[in-house]
C-alpha cells in the first residue's frame, strides 16, 4: 500500500497532559502537508486549531478522555462544546464500570445522547479493549451498532495496552455494515498500519506514522 493512502487513513495525533500550542500547531501543520483524515487534538484546543486550519483540515477530539467515568451530561456538555468550537469528528470514551456491571443500556443510551449532539458529524466510540474480556468486546460492537454511531475504536493509548490485530479482526465480524473501525494507540511502524487497514480498520489514531514519514524518531501515542 502507498504511503500516501495509509495517511488517508490516520488522525494525526496529540493528546499528552503537557501539549503546548506550539506543538498543536505542528501537527496541524504535519497533517495538512501530508493530508491524514484529521487532527486528534485535546477539546481546550479546538478553536484554535480550527481558526488556525479553516477547512483545510478537519478536527476531531476526545472526550470523556481517557476515563469515561463522567456523567452523561458532562460528556453531553463537552461534546456541545467542541462541535461549537469547530469539531467535525467526536471520540467518546464509554464508561467502563457500566460494561463490567452490564449495564449496557446504560452505555447505549450514552451513545445515542452523544450521537444527537453530533447529528452528521462522526462519531467514534472507545471501548478501551485492554480492559475488556473477548465476551464484552463483542458485546460493545453490538452495542455501538444499535446506538448509531460511526465507528467503534480500540483504545485511547491512555491504559494498559492499545490496538491489536485480533481486536480489529474481532470488531469486523461483529460490527454492522454502517459501522466502521478505528484502531489506535502503538501502531508503530508502517507495515502495522497497512496490516490493521487490510484487516479492516478505517481510520488510524497515531501520532507516530507521520513521524517515520519525516524520518523522526516513532515516539508517542
Not at 179 to 189: E, N, T
Request: negative net charge; aromatic residues 6%.
Amino acid at each position: 500500500m502507498e504511503k500516501n493512502e495509509i495517511l488517508k487513513h490516520v488522525d494525526h495525533t496529540l493528546l499528552l497532559q503537557p501539549s503546548t500550542w506550539g506543538e498543536i500547531r505542528q501537527i496541524c501543520d504535519d497533517a495538512i502537508k501530508y493530508q491524514t483524515a484529521s487532527v486528534c487534538i485535546p477539546p481546550c484546543y479546538v478553536k484554535q486549531a480550527h481558526e488556525y486550519m479553516g477547512d483545510r483540515m478537519a478536527v476531531c477530539t476526545v472526550i470523556g478522555f481517557p476515563n469515561g467515568n463522567m456523567t452523561t451530561a458532562a460528556k453531553e456538555f463537552e461534546t456541545k462544546d467542541a462541535i461549537a468550537n469547530g469539531a467535525s469528528e467526536i471520540d467518546m470514551v464509554i464508561n467502563i464500570g457500566w460494561v463490567k456491571d452490564q449495564k449496557y443500556d446504560l452505555v447505549e443510551e450514552e451513545i445515542r445522547t452523544l450521537k444527537a449532539v453530533c447529528g452528521e458529524k462522526i462519531l467514534k466510540v472507545i471501548i478501551e479493549t485492554c480492559l475488556l474480556t473477548d465476551e464484552e468486546k463483542v458485546k460493545m460492537c453490538e452495542v455501538v451498532t444499535r446506538a448509531g454511531a460511526d465507528y467503534i475504536k480500540t483504545s485511547t493509548g491512555f491504559s494498559t495496552g492499545g490496538a491489536t490485530f485480533d481486536d480489529v479482526e474481532l470488531f469486523a465480524k461483529h460490527v454492522g455494515p454502517k459501522v466502521k473501525i478505528k484502531a489506535a494507540g502503538g501502531i508503530s511502524s508502517l507495515a502495522d498500519a497497512e496490516k490493521f487497514l487490510s484487516l479492516g480498520a478505517d481510520r488510524l489514531g497515531t501520532s507516530r506514522i507521520v513521524k517515520i514519514i519525516k524520518n523522526e524518531e516513532a515516539t508517542g501515542y
